[in-house]
């Protein structure tokens, strides 16, 4: 089995940064692309980013791109979202996720991702 625990999230004022971190465990971490995703209240979930396994491709919401950084570090069965800039509209609860197999996918697709995090809230005060 997979667990995915999302740690990082708070509250913040409008301009500041936070760094989400997304710790994983249950398989080989640096086989599969990992992905974040953001829910607001009364709206669906959303794609923020996702990094293929090796960190070779990135995907970004067109809101979030120039301001949020997706990286990941293998050795420590890490992914991480820098989020600078911060807007009153980011304020939502962001999950990392996974897909259940490894090789070419689509990164945007939420269709793709089977794992899911409990999830960290991140708000954003104006």
């Known amino acids: 089995q997979v667990q995915l625990v999302e740690s990082g999230g708070g509250l913040v004022q409008g301009g500041a940064s936070l760094r989400l971190s997304c710790a994983a465990s ?4 640096s086989s599969y692309a990992m ?8 709206k669906e979930r959303e794609i923020v980013a996702a990094i293929s396994s090796s960190g070779g491709r990135t995907y970004y919401a067109g809101s979030v ?8 570090d293998n050795a420590k069965n890490t992914m991480y979202l ?3 800039s911060l807007k ?10 996974a897909p259940p ?3 070419w996918i689509n990164l945007a697709g939420l269709y793709e ?3 899911w995090g409990q999830g960290t809230q991140v708000t954003v005060s104006s």
Do not use: H, L
């Open 35 to 42: 992905g974040w995703f953001r829910q607001a209240p009364g």
């Open 26 to 29: 249950g398989r080989t971490f």
């Open 88 to 97: 009153p509209e980011d304020t939502a609860v962001y999950y990392c996720a």
């Open 113 to 115: 991702y089977d794992y």
């Open 65 to 72: 791109k120039s301001r949020f950084t997706i990286s990941r």
């Open 82 to 84: 820098q989020m600078n």
């Open 101 to 103: 197999r490894t090789g």
